[in-house]
């Protein structure tokens, strides 16, 4: 009888494991040898989480605990250049689809919401950093008609402030997503107490009790 229930009770930690749980199928087109990582940031080091050894044409599957969505990165040990795939991670499957020439550029995420919601914000941040360079360009070519390079400040200063205003709103918005708080943390950070509040205010409580709401509040407490 005692057997029996010492079998339940890890059957039953074992499915309280899987919950918990994030396997990530990578395909990687044209990657044929190399060792690849799961990591994430823990007490500001990048951690390795797991690993594989690739040599065939073995389906690679890295999986991890993971106790509320965050960032995670999938990391190639080819070369010393940044090979890493930062993505918005959460538990169960997940699939990324790249190719090894630009690994880190051209790939496609499937399984998790939170990512969906990041990339999306992206795309835009990308757009806002693309029109700030065409300004610092043409601000560099006219750099001796003083009079356009004032009109292009002026215009610097807006984008500016639209950006700034559209990373907020996002946040506010999107209260049901952890990428809420953490758009919070990496780009108000300094900001003041009242414009994190309004932030942390928009959260579920799913969210707030999350590894990045946990830290805003933290952040927030310490202003």
Avoid: W
Avoid at 29 to 41: E, M, R, S
């Amino acid at each position: 009888m005692k057997i029996k229930l010492f079998l339940i009770i890890l059957l039953l930690l074992g499915c309280e494991n899987e919950k918990e749980q994030i396997n990530i199928n990578v395909s990687i087109d044209g990657f044929k040898k190399g060792k690849i990582y799961l990591q994430k940031i823990k007490d500001s080091a990048l951690v390795n989480l797991d690993s594989m050894f690739v040599n065939s044409k073995k389906p690679i599957l890295l999986k991890s605990q993971i106790e509320s969505p965050e960032i995670f990165y999938i990391n190639l040990d080819i070369t010393k250049k940044d090979n890493k795939i930062a993505f918005f991670a959460e538990k169960g499957d997940i699939k990324i689809v790249t190719n090894l020439k630009k690994f880190n550029t051209e790939f496609e995420i499937s399984g998790s919401s939170n990512d969906s919601i990041y990339r999306t914000y992206l795309s835009v941040i990308r757009k806002f950093n693309n029109n700030r360079l065409d300004l610092i360009k043409l601000s560099f070519d006219n750099s001796k008609n003083k009079d356009s390079v004032a009109v292009i400040r002026g215009k610097l200063e807006s984008l500016n402030k639209r950006q700034y205003m559209y990373s907020l709103n996002f946040a506010v918005t999107n209260g049901n997503y952890h990428v809420a708080p953490y758009i919070a943390l990496s780009e108000f950070s300094g900001s003041e107490k009242i414009l994190l509040d309004t932030i942390k205010t928009s959260l579920s409580n799913e969210v707030l009790n999350s590894k990045y709401g946990q830290m805003l509040n933290e952040l927030i407490e310490s202003k």
